[in-house]
């Protein structure tokens, strides 16, 4: 993977995302949540669902797909 320096500091459009409840859950289940982890798998429990902070970086690699390629 190659870094490209001229984009250090550069700042991309403003954008909107949102994600359901079941996209995090299906993140937790993937990341091998179990049993002892139910508050990031169920938001049925009476308490609010909670999500691994690591499922923003899903929604940035998506989108990078979609950057161009400045080599070409």
Do not use: I
């Not at 954008?15 to 091998?32: I, K, V």
Request: with cysteine; charged share 20%; glycine share 6%.
């Amino acid at each position: 993977m190659a870094v490209y320096l001229d984009r250090v500091g550069r700042e991309s459009p403003a954008s909107l995302r949102a994600w359901e409840p079941r996209d995090c859950s299906l993140y937790a289940l993937a990341l091998g949540a179990g049993f002892g982890e139910r508050s990031y798998t169920l938001d049925t429990l009476g308490d609010q669902l909670q999500v691994y902070p690591t499922f923003a970086l899903t929604l940035m690699a998506a989108e990078s797909a979609s950057w161009p390629d400045p080599l070409s």
